[in-house]
């Protein structure tokens, strides 16, 4: 399954600190084992949050060159030339949880654009090996003009959006993207309860229950930590942390963020199970 996060206001939203701490919740919550991986290039990538040596280039795994890259563009050229067999996607995943949540790394040898080009062109074959080696594909996604964005929101059975508390930017994003509603759900990045468009009265104006929303506030030691390659370490020191630690809201919150969307992801196992019993096909 393709759990796609968004926003159309990716740094006012705390998209990325917010990405990285759920993928890490989720697999704390859950039994389920996940893949992630971002459709952009740049030094501001999901190896800067997990690993202390995300300077340091993949310039190759199981023998790929530099042309092809070791990470996600070398496995894209490997699917582009038909190689999709299902063992091919262990060559360029790297461990950050044993067992759980695994990472499609970037090798940094082509430049952006093209890679866009190639991830949208092979989205649908690379998915498919991802689907065949763990539950869940979680796909951090940028907005800005990519080809790939589009497919990814697409192709994910859920979305989670995240949204910043600006009322002008809330009438905007729900008149222009409404269409993305009805399979997603929401994240409130950098949320403060004194805003004057709180979870409630955003629920209220554009009738989405308000189990849809997590509020998750910006927490300056988490970001520090995605700095230096010790989110999970921070995750898991404060997971169980107790509402007198200053840590407590915003790890409420991102608990809460997993929850809700592995409820949602159990909810469109059954409904597909159902429709399967049924005969219609998926």
């Given at each position: 399954?393709?759990?796609?996060?968004?926003?159309?206001?990716?740094?006012?939203?705390?998209?990325?600190?917010?990405?990285?701490?759920?993928?890490?919740?989720?697999?704390m919550?859950?039994?389920?084992?996940?893949?992630?991986?971002?459709?952009?290039?740049?030094?501001?990538?999901?190896?800067?949050?997990?690993?202390?040596?995300?300077?340091?280039?993949?310039?190759?795994?199981?023998?790929?060159?530099?042309?092809?890259?070791?990470?996600?563009e070398?496995?894209?050229?490997?699917?582009?030339?038909?190689?999709?067999?299902?063992?091919?996607?262990?060559?360029?995943?790297?461990?950050?949880?044993?067992?759980?949540?695994?990472?499609?790394?970037?090798?940094?040898?082509?430049?952006?654009?093209?890679?866009?080009?190639?991830?949208?062109?092979?989205?649908?074959?690379?998915?498919?090996i991802?689907?065949?080696?763990?539950?869940?594909?979680y796909?951090?996604?940028?907005?800005?003009?990519?080809?790939?964005?589009?497919?990814?929101?697409?192709?994910?059975?859920?979305?989670?959006?995240?949204?910043?508390?600006?009322?002008?930017?809330?009438?905007?994003?729900?008149?222009?993207?409404?269409?993305?509603?009805?399979?997603?759900?929401?994240?409130?990045?950098?949320?403060?309860?004194k805003?004057?468009m709180?979870?409630?009265?955003?629920?209220?104006?554009?009738?989405?229950?308000?189990?849809?929303?997590?509020?998750?506030?910006?927490?300056?030691?988490?970001?520090?930590?995605?700095?230096?390659?010790?989110?999970?370490?921070?995750?898991?020191?404060?997971?169980?942390?107790?509402?007198?630690?200053?840590?407590?809201?915003?790890?409420?919150?991102?608990?809460?963020?997993?929850?809700?969307?592995?409820?949602?992801?159990?909810?469109?196992?059954?409904?597909?199970?159902?429709?399967?019993?049924?005969?219609?096909?998926?």
């Amino acid at each position: 399954m393709k759990v796609a996060f968004w926003s159309n206001e990716y740094e006012k939203s705390g998209a990325f600190l917010n990405f990285v701490a759920i993928s890490i919740a989720s697999v704390m919550c859950t039994p389920y084992t996940i893949s992630i991986l971002e459709n952009y290039l740049g030094k501001d990538n999901l190896e800067k949050a997990f690993f202390d040596n995300f300077n340091n280039i993949h310039l190759g795994y199981g023998g790929v060159g530099f042309y092809e890259g070791g990470g996600i563009e070398g496995l894209l050229r490997r699917v582009y030339r038909g190689d999709k067999h299902p063992s091919l996607l262990r060559h360029y995943l790297k461990e950050v949880i044993p067992k759980h949540l695994y990472y499609v790394p970037q090798s940094g040898v082509i430049n952006s654009k093209l890679f866009d080009y190639e991830l949208h062109h092979n989205l649908k074959e690379l998915f498919s090996i991802i689907e065949r080696n763990t539950d869940l594909c979680y796909i951090n996604t940028r907005q800005q003009n990519y080809l790939s964005s589009n497919e990814i929101l697409h192709e994910a059975d859920l979305i989670v959006i995240n949204l910043y508390q600006n009322p002008e930017y809330l009438e905007e994003f729900f008149k222009n993207y409404s269409s993305l509603i009805s399979k997603s759900l929401f994240i409130i990045g950098n949320y403060s309860p004194k805003a004057i468009m709180s979870c409630k009265r955003i629920s209220r104006t554009y009738d989405i229950p308000l189990e849809n929303f997590s509020p998750i506030p910006y927490n300056e030691y988490f970001d520090f930590a995605c700095n230096y390659g010790e989110a999970k370490e921070f995750i898991n020191r404060n997971y169980f942390c107790t509402r007198e630690n200053s840590h407590y809201l915003f790890i409420h919150g991102v608990r809460k963020a997993a929850y809700m969307i592995s409820k949602k992801i159990e909810s469109i196992h059954l409904g597909n199970e159902e429709m399967e019993h049924c005969g219609i096909l998926l």
